[in-house]
């Protein structure tokens, strides 16, 4: 860590009130050194994404004051945090799905006035043979001729790193930037982070997992409720001491009896082939059965199939053959609805994309997928708005959802109680006997993902049957009964949890099978 007396950022006495009056930040302090890498910790909701949107120039603050290497900036776009080498790398991508990975890591350059006429006349070769420099170094591998929106988002992600690396900046902000990385990948990431730090650039890396901030960084921060409540050298730091910290109280991870005996067959699949939107096999003939009272993890890297055999169990997706079978009924080719019927409900991967209408608001984001019931209906197929409203009510209770009210618009919802309104919309839901849940932790906090995991096991002990899709092996080993590994379409093998371990099921999602 540089030791000089001016810090390289510093950040002074900030504060953010949005227009409708929330407080979102109330006199933080916060610096950054060269050559350092800071960890910025906190609970969805603290603080820590608007703080850095204030220094990437995204937002502007209501107080305060930046300052970098002595001289007192004033944000009013990224651009202008740009040219003094400060950049941000999402947690929800700034892709456009239509342009390639090249166009989209060269777009938005500074002193471009037209995008389109930097498209039309930039040597792009020149910038190809940049960007393979930058892949070399990095190791962050990506088809650059491909549509972003053709990709996994686990490629989006290295775009989206490669597309921050590519401006040349001093300081990069990544924002959850593992959500969607293998075990590999984040040790990748955390080499190319350390690679920065050795050429006096420094990072800021907000994360929700204690393991992660304390092997990568030099030291600290946690913000709780818009203030800095904590900072320490990670040296000095405990996931214990931090998580008091993010929390303010003794946390405890929820307890998970020992697995045990499964009840009857729920969900039988088998030898099932799904296409890819490209026309080839995403799934070749799968075959696998979940039981009762049991969690039934697939793991694998983003892109092996996984996303297409969800949506073919879902009805999201057409199978092209074998048989999907729930509670005894085929259900084949079934629309979501007809399975809903069946007693099949599914929290995605994507909040955003596929389980909220971000501009709704609670109440209404209550019903999706569920308006055509008779409960919720009147004559001439009006809306029972004092129905709906009970239930939005009861969810916000049950499913502890933190908001001003049922009306306040999803997109102002912290993840956390964005992902527990969802969570509350399917698991309310009657005649739930199987759960389909794709990442449910992804992006979450600790608070949040203790309590996603809560859920999840009492449902468990209720005797329902949870199909888990998940890339992070910590969770994986915690919560499932049995492992399935998908590498190219395939399933490579399927483990009992209490006969393997994190090594193995990695090598396997390799597509190392010993």
Known sequence: MNDSITPFISMMSIGKI??????????????????????????????????????SGLLQPTSGKIIINGESVNFKNPIDALSRGIGIVHQHFALVPIYSVLENIILGQEGVKNSIDLLSSLKLERAREKIHKLIEITGLEVPL?????????????????LKVLYRGIDVLILDEPTSFLTPQEVKELFQIMKNLKK?????????????????????IVVL?????????????????SLALMMVGREFQPPKIEEKGFAGKDLLK???????????????????????????????????????????????LRKAESGKISVGGFEVTNKNPIELFRAG????????????????????????????WEPDFLLTFSRLNLPRIRELASRIMKEFNVIAPSIDTVAKSLSGGNQQRLIVG???????????????????????????????LIKMKTAGKGILLVSADLDEIMELSDRIAVIYEGKFLDIKRTSETTKEEIGLLMGGINQ
């Not at 001729?145 to 790193?161: K, M, N, T, Y």
């Not at 050429?199 to 030099?218: G, P, Q, Y």
């Not at 739930?432 to 449910?440: E, M, R």
């Open 425 to 455: 919309r399917e698991l309310s839901k009657r005649n739930v006997k199987l759960i389909i849940a794709v990442h449910p932790t992804r992006g979450l906090d600790i608070a949040s993902t203790f309590y996603m995991h809560e859920v």
């Open 224 to 240: 709780r409720n818009g203030s800095v409540v904590g900072e320490t050298l990670t040296s000095k730091a405990s996931p214990e």
């Open 344 to 371: 099949m409900v599914h929290i995605p991967a994507d909040r955003h994309k596929h389980g909220l209408v971000l501009d709704f608001s609670i109440a209404e984001n209550s019903i999706l997928g569920r308006q």
């Open 269 to 315: 699949v088998d030898r099932l082939t799904v296409k890819s939107d490209f026309d080839t096999l995403a799934v070749k003939e799968i075959s696998f059965d979940l039981k009762e009272g049991e969690i039934f993890a697939v793991a694998g890297v983003e892109g092996n199939g996984q996303a297409e055999l969800v949506e073919a169990l879902t009805g």
């Open 199 to 219: 050429d006096n650039k420094s990072v800021i890396f907000i994360t929700h997992k204690l393991k992660e901030v304390l092997e990568a960084t030099d030291r």
């Open 18 to 55: 949005y227009p409708d009056g929330t407080t979102a930040l109330t006199d933080v302090h916060f610096k950054v050194e060269r050559g350092e890498i800071v960890g910025l910790l906190g609970e969805n909701g603290a603080g820590k994404t608007t703080l850095m949107k204030i220094l």
């Open 145 to 161: 001729d491909a549509p972003v929106g053709s990709l996994s988002l686990g490629i989006q992600q290295r775009v989206e790193i």
